[in-house]
């Protein structure tokens, strides 16, 4: 059983960073701030000796993930970038096989597909189209025990797996609707497994409601699942049980495509 700090054990491992993980924290740290920044500055604020940081920037620059302003010699991120992201996103296997049926079910009902998966005690988005998708979904997470994706997935796992998934009272409370009870948790993964879908209703985010179905993957334990966003204000609007029906229906086309030969 994994331990209630948030991360399954784990072999011991170097703590050291590697180059590789410096360089992913460069990335990030050039990712959020506002202005380009010279290498002294990047230094002091990441706590890293000079010629480290610029040993790294240069190995950024030759990936073309980071650029070099060559008047006031600062550093930013390149739009390259997005060509690395562009195409993670689009030759994942998951998302290649099953983008076509997603536009097609986004337009079909007017709303967001998120396709998300499990890692940890948190859900990502690895695919999204409709009103609601986009660039700013990707990539997206959430707790399980406030995510529709998330719940269903975790449904579906042994009964014994579920303590791991569970709220605590240490854990973030995203919106006033966001359920920190590890017992109504616990009766929401009962009813998921039951009926075969799970609900978000504002758990995440604020006028965001979710519902979401199992993708079955070729592999165990499941890891993936689809979910239908729209606008609170429309769940009635769409109607929750035409909502449940539309997303089982569209889990079952997605795991077709995983068949052998699909």
């Known amino acids: 059983m994994g331990n209630r700090d948030g991360i399954m054990p784990r072999p011991e491992a170097d703590t050291r960073k590697t180059l590789l993980s410096q360089g992913i924290d460069l990335v990030r740290f050039l990712a959020h701030s506002r202005n380009s920044l010279g290498v002294t500055e990047i230094a002091e604020k990441m706590e890293l000796p000079k010629s480290s940081a610029f040993r790294l920037l240069g190995v950024l620059m030759e990936l073309r993930f980071v650029q070099k302003n060559p008047v006031s010699q600062r550093y930013t991120i390149s739009p390259e970038i997005f060509r690395f992201v562009h195409e993670v996103a689009h030759e994942f296997a998951p998302t290649r096989k099953l983008e076509d049926v997603m536009i097609r079910w986004a337009q079909k009902l007017e709303c967001a597909v998120y396709l998300s998966m499990l890692s940890e005690r948190c859900t990502y988005v690895v695919s999204a189209e409709g009103p609601l998708g986009g660039t700013f979904a990707l990539g997206s997470a959430g707790p399980v025990h406030a995510s529709s994706a998330g719940k269903i997935i975790v449904a579906n796992l042994p009964e014994e797996e579920w303590f791991f998934y569970q709220p605590t009272a240490q854990d973030e409370k995203l919106t006033p609707y966001t359920n920190l009870d590890p017992a109504r948790f616990r009766k929401e993964l009962l009813a998921a497994r039951e009926s075969g879908v799970a609900w978000n209703l504002r758990e995440t ?3 965001v409601a979710s519902v979401a179905a199992l993708v079955r993957e070729p592999l165990h334990p499941p890891r993936m699942a689809v979910a239908l966003l729209v606008n609170y204000e429309e769940v009635a609007v769409h109607d929750r049980v035409s909502l449940e029906v539309h ?14 030969g699909a």
């Open 247 to 260: 997303v089982r229906e569209l889990a079952v086309e997605l795991s077709k495509g995983f068949r052998p």
């Open 205 to 207: 985010t604020l006028g």
